[in-house]
């Protein structure tokens, strides 16, 4: 399988970290850091969204740049980033995209579902989101 058309996959435990940290800030965007091993998340990292808006997000820069250095000191390399869309859409935005800095990561997508949220995880390919699995496991 390519790496392009590779999912992630990653705990329930670190899912509920994420899902608990998208909750805990809205009606803002959340954000945050996955980093692993090849396919397999490991750790999952929120930061601060620096903008404290409800529909775009900017990584508090001291904060994204020790999580950066967390992931290298324990060997684990960016695997993807996540963000909250609180009032939609669902997928990656046109801003999302054009401000997708680390083009190699998996992008993660939190938005409203029912009572509670729901994840999608993209790969991107010359400008465009591409969706690919993200595999929950106990």
């Given at each position: 399988?390519?790496?392009?058309?590779?999912?992630?996959?990653?705990?329930?435990?670190?899912?509920?970290?994420?899902?608990?940290?998208?909750?805990?800030?809205?009606?803002?965007?959340a954000?945050?850091?996955?980093?692993?091993?090849?396919?397999?998340?490991?750790?999952?990292?929120?930061?601060?969204?620096?903008?404290?808006?409800?529909?775009?997000?900017?990584?508090?820069?001291?904060?994204?740049?020790r999580?950066?250095?967390?992931?290298?000191?324990?060997?684990?390399?960016?695997?993807?980033?996540?963000?909250?869309?609180?009032?939609?859409?669902?997928?990656?935005?046109?801003?999302?995209?054009?401000?997708?800095?680390?083009?190699?990561?998996?992008?993660?997508?939190?938005?409203?579902s029912?009572?509670?949220w729901?994840?999608r995880?993209?790969?991107?390919?010359?400008?465009?989101?591409?969706?690919?699995?993200?595999?929950?496991?106990?």
């Amino acid at each position: 399988m390519d790496e392009l058309s590779q999912g992630l996959r990653i705990s329930a435990n670190l899912y509920a970290c994420m899902l608990s940290d998208v909750s805990l800030r809205a009606p803002l965007e959340a954000c945050g850091l996955l980093g692993g091993v090849g396919d397999l998340c490991l750790a999952v990292i929120p930061v601060t969204n620096a903008l404290q808006s409800r529909v775009r997000f900017r990584m508090q820069p001291v904060e994204q740049l020790r999580a950066f250095l967390l992931l290298e000191g324990h060997g684990l390399s960016l695997l993807g980033i996540y963000h909250s869309h609180p009032a939609g859409p669902e997928g990656m935005s046109a801003l999302d995209l054009a401000e997708a800095y680390y083009p190699e990561a998996a992008h993660l997508i939190w938005s409203p579902s029912g009572a509670g949220w729901e994840c999608r995880c993209y790969r991107l390919l010359d400008g465009r989101a591409l969706p690919v699995p993200l595999r929950v496991f106990q």
